[in-house]
């Protein structure tokens, strides 16, 4: 249980265009998604929390204009990374809160997709 | 403000030797939890355990075992016996509650790289 998968894995693209990176929680119900970038050898940064049917609520310094996030439904959210620039290559993860639909305690605990490479030429 | 430090940036083992990962905490929350991931050099994040703050007690599951103490607000992890395939990044984390348990932030530590050798 608990399976958090992302799509694609990798993408490589050229500076200027759109990217979007699909976040899906394959076995459960995610009222909110996370999203995150990690770059070489460092921790992970939370960009945005997601919530179903509502907007996205951003962290500081994170443009929203630039990252735009989705969360359509229970199972599905996705970041379009927008006019990509080279700096914006990077490692995005997202995860799913696990405390709706599921019980075992799952609650209060964010499962990690595999997490998408972005490479910007 | 939250924070997670792990002082450990990497360590290096020879394989069957125990080793202790450290994560200490801050937080002004008296309800939070804390967690523990793993992060093999595929690049996805495991999820290992979660503790809440209520819940002092040690647990163990096979070689790996935890130890929370609010006392000195760490919660270390232990893995014995190491193989090589416990190679990876080892992150703590701590979020608070939060309202209904949703929108909680997960504060990570920088992580530490254990590679275990042959």
């Known amino acids: 249980g608990a399976v958090v998968s992302q799509h694609p894995s990798w993408v490589i693209c050229k500076s200027g265009t759109s990217v979007k990176i699909e976040c899906r929680s394959l076995d459960f119900q995610a009222t909110t998604m996370f999203w995150y970038r990690q770059f070489p050898k460092q921790s992970l940064m939370l960009m945005a929390t997601s919530n179903e049917g509502s907007k996205a609520t951003y962290e500081q310094g994170v443009e929203k204009d630039k990252f735009l996030i989705n969360h359509a439904s229970l199972t599905l959210s996705t970041l379009t990374v927008t006019s990509a620039h080279p700096e914006d290559s990077s490692f995005y993860i997202c995860?799913?809160?696990?405390?709706?639909?599921?019980?075992?305690?799952?609650?209060?605990?964010?499962?990690f997709g595999p997490g998408t490479r972005l490479l910007v030429l | 403000a939250q924070k997670v430090t792990q002082a450990q940036t990497e360590i290096s083992v020879v394989e069957k030797e125990d080793v202790t990962l450290d994560c200490v905490y801050e937080?002004?929350?008296?309800?939070?939890?804390l967690f523990w991931y793993k992060q093999p050099p595929s690049g996805e994040l495991v999820f290992l355990i979660r503790r809440n703050s209520f819940d002092e007690q040690n647990e163990i599951s096979g070689r790996y075992s935890w130890n929370f103490q609010k006392s000195t607000s760490s919660f270390n992890f232990t893995i014995t016996a190491s193989q090589v395939v416990d190679s990876a990044v080892y992150f703590c984390?701590?979020?608070?509650?939060?309202?209904?348990?949703?929108?909680?932030?997960?504060?990570f530590g920088k992580g530490t790289l254990l590679t275990v050798n042959p």
């Open positions: 937080t002004r929350d008296t309800t939070y939890y």
């Open positions: 995860s799913a809160d696990g405390q709706g639909g599921l019980a075992g305690g799952l609650g209060e605990t964010q499962y």
């Open positions: 984390a701590l979020s608070e509650a939060g309202s209904g348990g949703s929108n909680y932030k997960l504060t």
